[in-house]
Structures are given as C-alpha cells and as structure tokens.
C-alpha cells in the first residue's frame, strides 16, 4: 500500500504559475505508474497527466499540453505538475494517483491509491 499527500495548491492570477508535489510513503514508489487528476465542483474528476514508473513517458490532456509538465523524483519519492499559464478553468481540487498495472491510464478507475487533494484556484 502507498500513502499520498499533495501539496502546492493555492490562489494564483490567471497567467501565473504553481508547482504541485506529491510525496508518497509506504511500499516502493518506484513500482507505481503515477498520475494527476482534477475535479471541479459539480464536474466529474479529469485525468490532467500521467507518468510512468521510470519517467520514460508521459501524458497530457489536450486541455493542459503545452501549458503542465509532470516529473517525478524517485528517489525523494514524489511526483510533480509544474502548471505554467494557468487560466480559470484550470481552478480545481487536483488529485495525485497511483498505479501498479495501468502505464499512462487516463481512467481514474485504473489507480489504486488516491491523495486527499490540493485546491488550485486561478482568478481571472
């Protein structure tokens, strides 16, 4: 089993930018696929990006290309989402996940250990 906890969130004018981290504890980070996920109110969670257990590939949603960049550090076992040019509908709970089996999953229904959750807010 994996513990995570995100943090990193906060408020931030539309055009700006904020790092996210996720520190993981418990079992080998190394073996999980790890993914970013974000949920407004009243919407369903969306996959943002992923990225596989030894950073060798990742993925966007078409939404955030361009504009997000997620890493990971294993050795500090935590996983990141530098967010550049942040826009309002960017403002959500966003999620950190884990995965044994699913490399790049944008089905959050795939990921086995979820985090609590850090609000980012993007003000116009």
């Known amino acids: 089993q994996v513990q995570l906890a995100e943090s990193g969130g906060g408020l931030v004018q539309a055009g700006g930018s904020l790092r996210l981290s996720c520190a993981a504890s418990?079992?080998?980070?190394?073996?999980?696929?790890m993914g970013w996920f974000r949920q407004a109110p009243g919407k369903e969670r969306q996959f943002v990006a992923a990225?596989?257990?030894?950073?060798?590939?990742?993925s966007y949603a078409d939404s955030v290309k361009g504009r997000f960049t997620i890493s990971r550090d294993n050795a500090k076992n935590t996983v990141y989402l530098q967010m550049n040019s942040l826009k309002p509908e960017d403002t959500a709970n966003y999620f950190c996940?884990?995965?044994?089996?699913?490399?790049?999953?944008?089905?959050?229904?795939?990921?086995?250990?979820w985090g609590r959750g850090t609000q980012v807010t993007v003000s116009s």
């Open positions: 996940a884990a995965t044994a089996y699913y490399s790049l999953s944008r089905n959050p229904s795939n990921y086995d250990y």
């Open positions: 418990g079992r080998t980070f190394s073996s999980y696929h």
């Open positions: 990225i596989t257990r030894s950073s060798g590939s990742t």
